[in-house]
């Protein structure tokens, strides 16, 4: 029997039962039966909230799984990767130290002619060390 249906089964019993709310007794055995019928119902809903987030999440694996392979290929029918469309310009960077977090990274000239901040904590950076 599915939570939702246990839930009005309990009511029902309850409202057969005719108890007398004045007996102190009885006033328990309403509670008790109120509140399993109220935590069924509340089951019921975390069930199709959950139901929900799986479908969610094989939607995202679907997504993730995706090839993202580059299916290009040149003359003699091989994939081309990514090494294959670079233009032959090379780029110099320099490795930059911030002085204050000690974060290592890479700038290229112009960046470093510029001036940039720190990636990781802000501080403002003038020039390589």
């Given amino acids: 029997m599915l ?3 246990q839930a009005a089964y309990l009511q029902q019993l309850k409202t057969e039962a005719g ?3 004045d007996d102190p007794r009885q006033r328990l055995l309403s509670e008790l039966t109120d509140t399993v ?9 975390l069930g199709a909230v959950v139901d929900g987030l799986n479908e969610t999440l094989e939607e995202v694996q679907t997504l993730l799984s995706y090839d993202f392979e580059l299916e290009e290929t040149d003359e003699d029918g091989n994939i081309l990767g990514l090494d294959d469309y670079y233009d032959g310009k090379e780029i110099p960077l320099y490795e930059v130290k ?3 977090c000690g974060d290592h990274f890479a700038v290229d000239e112009t960046t470093l002619q510029k001036g ?11 020039q390589a060390e």
């Fill in 116 to 126: 940039f901040s720190c990636p990781s904590c802000g501080e403002k950076l003038i």
């Fill in 37 to 45: 019928s109220l935590l069924c119902h509340q089951i019921y809903s």
């Fill in 3 to 5: 939570f939702e249906d």
């Fill in 19 to 21: 108890l007398d709310l």
């Fill in 98 to 100: 911030c002085p204050k």
